[in-house]
């Protein structure tokens, strides 16, 4: 949390939302011409009653003194015109945006969604696919052809060609040449959305309808659908190459682990996996389509803990597998928070957000000049023309009318009517969450208040800083003026000259006291006993009511006693007592900055009053207290 946020939440102590509790109540009073109701004052007296530590600020007249000086610096602020400052957008903004984010979801398509995807995370899909490409920026014309080369090739597939042959030949995704297009099993999140989709709708044996991605245009074949096999975990040994010699030495492992050997140790003395080896070849828990298959088959092939595999061969070599243990699919309650992050941050982010659109279309009263949107396609419209025609109204959204030229702004010198239609459809959805986000607040009115009390806890942030925190920095003349005047607040109590030694053990507080019985100076005593175990040296002058100081200790000029303290040991030796006298200003330096900055605010409290005249309604106040005695 920024500081910013922080003093913002500070200042809900004198905070309002005005507007939202204005009603045809008592003026409590005025401010500059303006009226403030009883009811605003209730509703923000009462929120805060709870929070507030301070007696006073109970008080009736104490909380009104308090609110009306916050109402008076809001004024100024929008006076200074604080609000238009860039950072100060920025920031507000920044926060802005985050409160709105939950009004652009779709609750009911999200837990859907959520739903979906454990139903889908019980099943894993084999299938074969077929993509052709399209490329960035590709015109309608290249994108079409695509298309229908694809929909040929599934036509083939149909007809009884093989689906495997016409992946090799035909399909852009490199490895299809070695693998035919197959992707092994596969489960929910680890595909695109709509592949996913696609993969787990199709029915088995049948080859879905040409869809797109990101990637470009595909067809699937689904070969089968399983019951997820959740995660295993086993430990494995495993000899890189399929050398005769590791043919040889993996079955001499086998035969030791049959003989009642360790597999751990066999593991640390033989295993070529050196991530593993020296873990007793533990591997992470992992699904079956996270590792080589032939790999995953016979680790989930293994039923019992501690079942031990035959010797088997993968690509990278030779393996032993032992079962360490089997975990079937968490229950929806345990995966769910897992759940609606990737839902939330993945491609199903976009449905979601696709849904409230969906619905603001529906709600809203939108109106399209069909007849200017068809002129940007027109190749013979001129530049004098256009000139005209921008000032027009090409989208109106309920009251709201956008000109023809800021769709151009975002078009470009795009002229193709497909790519048009396509930018203008884009340009009418944003144009719409645009103002569906402008008037969030008239529509609920909790979020309208919590944005008021940001944005002036944001200005009041920034006016005290430049006119109060900051005045001490800058005017330091007045700084040390103001320590002048007031110099006899400013004093120190009586003190000693002490040199305050703690040690963890007690024959280390003998020693020292030893050192200072022969004149040695703390430095040289916290040298000699810091391997021994001194634990603290202070020293310095204190004043007597210092905590640094061992409860009802005497203050005796010399070398005190050993005094426990807890589970510590305290040696103290005192040179010299101080009589009470006045600070220097670098002696309070902040404390005198703090008093001056409640000065100067105070100074600035009355200008403000001047500034912009108060009217307390005596006879409303007079109300308010009888129903808060």
Known sequence: MSIKTSISVLLLVVMTTYSAYAQKDNVLFTLDGDNVYSSEFSKIYEKNLAIVNDPSQKDIDNYLDLYINYRLKVKEAYRLKMDTVPTYIAEYNKYKNQLIEP???????????????????????????????????????????????????????????????????????????????????????????????????????????????????????????????????????????????????????????????????????????????????????????KMVKSFADVSFALESIDDISKPFSTRYGWHIVKLIGKYPISSFEEVKPEIDKKVQRGQRSRIIGRSVINRLLKEYTIKIDQNLLNLFSDPVWSKSQKATEYSKTILTIENKEIPAKSFSNILGDVTDRVRITEAFRQFKEQEILTYYKKELPKNYPSLDQTLREYREGLLLFDLMKDKIWSQAEKDSLGLVAFFERNRDKYRWKERVNAAIFTFDKEENAKKAIKLLKKNKTAEEIKEKLSKDGILDLKQGAFEKTNKVFPKGFMFKEGISEIIPDGKQFIVIEVNETLAPQPKELSETRGRVISNFQDYTEKVWIQSLQKKYPVTINKKTLKKLKRKYK
């Open 103 to 289: 009004y652009l979801k779709d609750d009911n398509t999200e837990k859907d969604l959520v739903k979906e995807a454990y139903q889908r995370m019980q099943q894993e899909v084999n299938a074969n696919h077929i993509l052709i490409k399209i490329k960035k920026g590709a015109t309608p014309a290249d994108t079409l052809r695509a298309y229908n080369k694809l929909k040929a090739l599934r036509k083939q597939v149909v007809e009884g060609a093989s689906f495997d042959s016409i992946a090799k030949n035909f399909s852009e995704d490199p490895s299809a040449e070695r693998n035919n297009g197959n992707l092994g099993y596969f489960t929910v999140f680890q595909m695109v959305y709509p592949f996913e989709t696609t993969a787990y709708t199709t029915p088995v044996g049948e080859v879905s309808d040409v869809f797109k991605t990101k990637f470009g245009y595909h067809i699937i074949k689904v070969n089968d659908i399983r019951a997820a096999r959740g995660e295993v975990q086993v430990a494995h040994i495993m000899l890189k190459g399929d050398s005769k010699e590791n043919i040889s030495k993996i079955n001499n492992i086998k035969q030791q682990l049959d003989d009642g050997g360790d597999f751990a140790a066999l593991a640390k003395s033989y295993s070529t996996d050196l991530a593993t080896s020296m873990k007793g070849g533990v591997l992470p828990k992992f699904t079956a389509n």
